[in-house]
């Protein structure tokens, strides 16, 4: 079966610092890759997703992605975090095999302290 | 207008009572998801519909029946609503006509059973 790993549940940091978000799934086969964030109170949001090419994928806010297929992973990434930030992120796995449904990884709550 | 709208935002209910949870949106899509968050667990799906005459069944249906009265609405209804469904719901809309099927999600409804 497939599978999403989000490797840490939470993450504190500091403003201006920046911050890794690590995502790891489990296929051998060809994906689509998402992040998505979760702003307190409210529902998903796309933050970026990986569909074919350039293997570093540029979202909003700031954040970017790279997607390295030997690794089978997908990490979240932002030079600079703003106090706004703080949300929980959701990797996001598609597998063509299983019809482009979404696998979910268990989330990283990122907490930006001042 | 939110393109995707859920109602209620919150609800507590008892053990053993029916709940239907609504969902609406104005994207044209035809395919719709329900799932349920979780601490730690990500996001998990319970339902999903591809068009209105097409039900399909995710990973936790059990406990669980929906209804695609039209293109634009997609309920979850409990039947007899437990404490373990105690959780975060939330819907998505997809059109698969676009490159990749990406997912928008409505705000969430919380569900408490007492």
């Known amino acids: 079966a497939q599978s999403v790993t989000q490797l840490d549940s939470q993450v504190p940091v500091f403003e201006e610092a920046p911050v890794e978000l690590r995502c790891n799934y489990s296929s051998s086969v060809s994906v689509y890759l998402f992040w998505y964030v979760q702003y307190p109170n409210q529902g998903l949001q796309l933050l970026l997703k990986?569909?074919?090419?350039?293997?570093l994928v540029k979202g909003i806010n700031g954040f970017e992605a790279e997607f390295n297929k030997s690794q089978t992973s997908f990490h979240l990434r932002k030079p600079s975090v703003h106090i706004s930030d703080t949300a929980e992120y959701f990797c996001a796995v598609s597998f063509k095999a299983a019809g482009n449904k979404l696998t979910f990884g268990g989330g990283t709550r990122v907490l930006v302290k001042p | 207008d939110a393109d995707v709208t859920q109602t209620p935002r919150n609800r507590i209910t008892k053990t053993g009572k029916r709940i239907m949870l609504e969902c609406s949106q104005t994207?044209?899509?035809?395919?719709m998801y329900w799932y349920r968050q979780d601490p730690g667990l990500g996001l998990r799906l319970i339902y999903y519909s591809f068009d209105v005459k097409d039900i399909n069944k995710g990973e936790i249906s059990d406990g669980y029946s929906v209804s695609r009265q039209a293109q634009a609405k997609f309920s979850l209804s409990l039947e007899s609503a437990i404490p373990n469904q105690t959780a975060l719901y939330f819907c998505a809309t997809s059109d698969p006509t676009a490159v990749v099927d990406t997912q928008y999600f409505g705000p969430g409804t919380r569900l408490t059973v007492l």
């Open positions: 994207k044209g899509h035809d395919r």
């Open positions: 990986y569909l074919s090419g350039s293997t």
